[in-house]
């Protein structure tokens, strides 16, 4: 008996990844993902569109010899398919695994939605719509992958990526701030971008900015000072010379 049907032999269904959740979403029931499971589908979301049967075997037997690592990546394929039957969520096609085209993955489409507000205009205001977007993607990029997909090595890169969004999101958020006026908001999203990074020296140079807006001196000193102090440790390095003056002659 085939493992996995290649054509129209089962019905497609819509199904939603969530890979920060460790879930998938069929017809509106959640299935929380075992941690093979997760790591499967992830690695052909996020790797590559289409893995052969070596390459995913290693992945996640990496210690598993030949036919091995291949036959217990058929076992958990054929597992997860029964869990989700009748949709399809991966199908096996020209000796080759790949996610069927109706699951939608949460890193995807975060992706798709901070590259569609980063081509508004500079200096203009984000649409509502994009503003929830990002918030969404924002609030869930902030987690990171869940325990679950915690310490696997060829995670790693990804989970970098994920920082990398995050702070592209939250970037656009306090771009759309400034334009708007809202030194609040524009707080509010640069102290996140500090939390993730606080040597992030536009983040900063924001968030001071703001606080100082506010009437907030104290508040912007000790933005400032631990920015200074990541600075230090983490590079060896200073805050900028102009940001430096801005502090002390508002605080003076």
Not at 55 to 70: E, I, K, Q
Not at 206 to 224: E, F, K, P, S
């Amino acid at each position: 008996m085939a493992l996995l049907h290649s054509g129209a032999e089962r019905r497609a269904c819509s199904l939603e990844l969530r890979l920060l959740d460790g879930t998938v979403v069929h017809d509106g029931t959640v299935v929380e993902l075992t941690r093979r499971e997760a790591e499967l589908l992830a690695a052909l979301a996020l790797v590559e569109r289409r893995l052969t049967s070596d390459v995913l075997s290693d992945l996640l037997w990496p210690d598993a010899v030949g036919a091995r690592g291949r036959n217990s990546l058929k076992v958990h394929v054929s597992r997860l398919r029964a869990r989700l039957a009748p949709a399809l969520v991966v199908r096996f096609t020209d000796e080759t695994y790949r996610l069927d085209d109706g699951v939608a993955v949460d890193v995807r489409l975060f992706e798709q939605a901070i590259a569609a507000a980063a081509l508004v205009v500079t200096g203009q205001r984000l649409p509502a719509a994009h503003c929830d977007a990002l918030l969404r993607a924002a609030s869930k990029l902030a987690g990171g992958f869940p325990s679950a997909l915690a310490g696997i090595d060829w995670i790693a890169p990804f989970e970098a990526r994920l920082g990398e969004l995050h702070r592209d999101g939250m970037l656009l958020l306090a771009r759309d701030a400034q334009v708007r006026g809202d030194v609040e908001a524009l707080l509010i999203h640069t102290k996140r971008m500090l939390a993730c990074d606080p040597c992030d020296e536009v983040a900063c140079d924001w968030a001071v900015g703001a606080a100082l807006a506010t009437g907030d001196r104290i508040g912007a000193l000790r933005i400032y000072r631990l920015h200074e102090r990541a600075l230090a440790e983490e590079l060896g390095a200073s805050p900028a010379a102009r940001l430096r003056a801005t502090v002390l002659a508002a605080t003076a």
